[in-house]
């Protein structure tokens, strides 16, 4: 196998492959979930979630629901 001829692609499934046969799926799965960076903004999500509430109102929230 001559990596420097091998495309982006082909390299990343040949490493999938490797990391699958010597963790197991678990273990791949385990070692994919250290390099996941995420997307989007959470911030700016955030304040779409939860608009301009108080930590107040947010917590007469919480209590509401609790009850029931």
């Known amino acids: 196998m001559n990596t420097a001829t ?3 692609e082909q390299i990343r499934l040949t490493g999938l492959k ?4 010597d963790l197991g799926a678990i273990g ?3 070692f994919l979930q250290q390099y996941e960076t995420g997307y989007g903004d959470y911030t700016t ?3 779409l979630w939860l608009g301009e509430r108080t930590v107040q109102e947010i917590a007469q ?3 509401r629901r609790r009850e029931d």
């Open 6 to 8: 091998m495309t982006l």
């Open 18 to 21: 490797a990391l699958s046969r």
């Open 28 to 30: 791949l799965v385990r």
């Open 45 to 47: 999500e955030r304040h």
């Open 61 to 63: 929230e919480i209590n």
